[in-house]
């Protein structure tokens, strides 16, 4: 059959069913004429893969690096190859384990691999629980840059301890505050009515 035809029955663009016989992914022959011929018997070999990049910058401030991230993961995507379905930017701490964006695409069970540039892009901490759990679903995380010793990742890790724990410290402190403001105002509030 014709390989438009053979598009139709396959349910693909003609473009596509082309860059398949170009690669080989289907075998056919091609006429004098220039019209190329699919066997029907052979069926396309066809990626199942859907690809995720997720870029992450700590603040609002970084957000020009957000943009830079997404260009250099995008062209390491194209190198290797990927059909990339989705692109993900998100601005919050990688403490931060409330990341909507980060949580919906690991929840999403039709991405297939996520491509992170550094491993704290994804996560601070428990990278690889994140990889663990991925697997059994046939999906993975995939780091562009792996640190070339233990030290650097070491040194990340305790800086983004220090500053998680600063955080919770503060946050405490602001709602012990806070606390005691409303308690005040309750107790003088009691006083004041008539008894």
């Not at 690669?23 to 893969?49: F, K, N």
């Not at 989705?86 to 980060?102: A, L």
């Not at 679903?137 to 792996?146: C, Y």
Request: hydrophobic share 35%; aromatic share 8%; with cysteine.
């Amino acid at each position: 059959m014709k390989l438009r035809e053979y598009a139709q029955k396959v349910g693909v663009r003609y473009e596509t069913a082309w860059r398949w016989y170009k690669s080989g992914a289907i075998r056919g022959y091609q006429l004098p004429t220039g019209t190329i011929i699919i066997t029907e018997d052979d069926t396309p070999v066809v990626t199942t893969e859907r690809i995720a990049i997720y870029t992450r910058v700590s603040s609002a401030e970084n957000k020009a690096n957000l943009e830079t991230q997404v260009d250099r993961v995008a062209s390491y995507c194209a190198a290797k190859g990927y059909q990339v379905h989705v692109i993900v930017k998100e601005v919050g701490s990688g403490v931060n384990d409330h990341r909507p964006k980060f949580l919906k695409l690991l929840a999403d069970p039709t991405i297939t691999k996520i491509v992170v540039e550094h491993k704290d892009r994804a996560t601070r901490f428990g990278f690889q629980y994140i990889e663990t759990l991925l697997s059994p679903q046939g999906r993975s995380i995939e780091v562009i840059n792996l640190a070339d010793n233990g030290k650097e990742d070491l040194l990340h890790d305790l800086v983004a301890i220090v500053s998680a724990f600063a955080a919770r410290l503060y946050g405490q402190r602001r709602a012990k505050r806070k606390t005691d403001a409303i308690v005040k105002e309750l107790t003088e509030g009691t006083d004041d009515a008539p008894g």
